[in-house]
Each structure stands twice: as structure tokens, then as C-alpha cells.
């Protein structure tokens, strides 16, 4: 089996959104490393030293971990344009507490509601500009 997760790079305030992601997906870290934890054997490729985050894992559900990093390098182009993550839940219920808490201080693209093609669908962008697709399909 083949899974994908999504790796997203943060321009300092990484631990900022996964602590907001931890509480909107009511789960708790696999891992959190910071730069300032790196032995000195390995600061060749990881040349901070300090609080930032160096790689952190939250667990979604049993196939999927949402994965981050602070890399100001990274985060400096656009990238986060040309991407949204989505969310296919079981309940009208699970999306519309997950649709409300992402969309928190952020901004609602696409009220969720129902769509013309069937499914309960909504966009918003998060408070640190991650673009997020909540959606439920209804059984036909």
C-alpha cells in the first residue's frame, strides 16, 4: 500500500500551526524535534540551533500524518498557492466542526454547503495561509 502525506514548510511559526492543527484534529504529536536538538555530527546539513522546528508529526488518521518544518528558505516562494489539502469526512457533523475550526481567523473561500454535484463541500485558508478543502459525500 501506497499512502501520501503532506509536508508543509513554515517561516518560523510552524509550532504556532501545528498546535492549532493538533486541536482541530484532536490528536497528539508522534514527534516534534527542534533544530537546537541536532547532534553536532549532523549540523552540517542542519545548521540552526535553536527553539525552531526541525521536523513535527501529527497524526491524522491511521493513513495519513500531516508533517512540518520551520524552512524560511522554503516558505519564501508562492508554493503555498498552488495547493490545497482535503478532508473527506464521514458526517455532515465532522465537516462542519472541522470546516468552522480551520476557518477560524482565517478566510472562507467556499462556504461549505451543498454542492450541484452532490457532495457537502466548503474552502477556507487558515490563519497561517494553508489552503484547506473540507468535503462529506453523501451515500447515493
Not at 34 to 44: N, P
Request: hydrophobic fraction near 35%; include cysteine.
Amino acid at each position: 500500500m501506497i499512502t501520501l502525506n503532506p509536508y508543509i514548510y513554515f517561516n518560523g511559526n510552524c509550532e504556532a500551526a501545528f498546535n492549532f492543527y493538533k486541536s482541530v484534529f484532536r490528536t497528539e504529536f508522534k514527534y516534534i524535534g527542534r533544530y537546537k536538538d541536532v547532534s553536532k555530527a549532523d549540523r552540517q546539513i542542519f545548521q540552526k540551533a535553536d527553539e525552531k522546528i526541525m521536523h513535527i508529526s501529527l497524526p491524522i488518521s491511521k493513513e495519513t500524518i500531516l508533517m512540518g518544518a520551520d524552512n524560511q528558505e522554503a516558505s519564501k516562494t508562492e508554493a503555498y498557492n498552488n495547493f490545497s489539502l482535503i478532508i473527506h469526512t464521514d458526517s455532515k457533523e465532522e465537516a462542519d466542526r472541522l470546516f468552522s475550526e480551520l476557518c477560524d481567523s482565517g478566510q472562507v473561500k467556499v462556504p461549505i454547503n451543498m454542492t450541484f454535484w452532490g457532495s457537502y463541500y466548503g474552502i477556507c485558508i487558515d490563519k497561517f495561509g494553508i489552503s484547506w478543502k473540507v468535503t462529506m459525500e453523501p451515500e447515493r
